[in-house]
């Protein structure tokens, strides 16, 4: 797993109309700048230069750091709550999808949560973790994701409900086979 304290930065990801990402997140502490802002997890345009903040689709806030959010225009209070009690010292397998260039669907554990029709901002970079961090900018802020990563994999294509819940079911029960 990786666990990184400021952040990851993937290359060379797709921003086309239909794609699907999934991971295994764990968090160590759930601690945030502030309620209303919360920590970010996941952008989807992570330019070294230029990199739009706004387009955070997965982060968490609350008093505590306990409402995991996805979607949202821009920051992440705008997110649906996903996960209202996002705990630390767990596992959580999530799979974001999006086609038809607008559609998003989010999915915990194997199951889908929401599905939200927006615009993001995306680029063929990604952040994990802190977007002002992994900048350089030296943002000492606490906005970014104090955890793990694991079992990344990416598909061009938007994978189905079943494939979703087969790829959880593949990986809880087998380890970390993502093909059974």
Do not use: C
């Not at 989807?44 to 996805?70: H, P």
């Not at 993001?120 to 000492?140: D, H, K």
């Not at 990344?152 to 093909?179: K, M």
């Amino acid at each position: 797993s990786l666990d990184y304290a400021n952040g990851i930065q993937l290359t060379s990801m797709p921003n086309s109309s239909a794609w699907s990402f999934s991971f295994q997140l764990y968090l160590h502490n759930d601690q945030i700048w502030s309620s209303s802002d919360g920590a970010g997890i996941l952008w989807l345009d992570g330019r070294t230069s230029g990199g739009a903040a706004g387009s955070v689709i997965l982060g968490y806030d609350g008093n505590s750091g306990d409402n995991l959010r996805f979607g949202g225009n821009g920051w992440i209070s705008d997110g649906s709550i996903v996960e209202s009690s996002f705990a630390e010292q767990q596992w959580y397998h999530m799979v974001i999808t999006k086609s038809n260039s607008t559609t998003w669907k989010f999915y915990l554990n194997g199951s889908l949560i929401t599905t939200r029709t927006e615009t993001m901002t995306e680029s063929a970079t990604w952040m994990i973790g802190n977007y002002s961090r992994i900048n350089g900018n030296g943002n000492a802020n606490a906005h970014y994701f104090r955890g793990k990563v694991d079992e990344l994999a990416i598909w061009h294509r938007t994978l189905t409900a079943a494939e979703v819940s087969a790829i959880y079911t593949a990986q809880n029960t087998n380890g970390n086979r993502l093909i059974t």
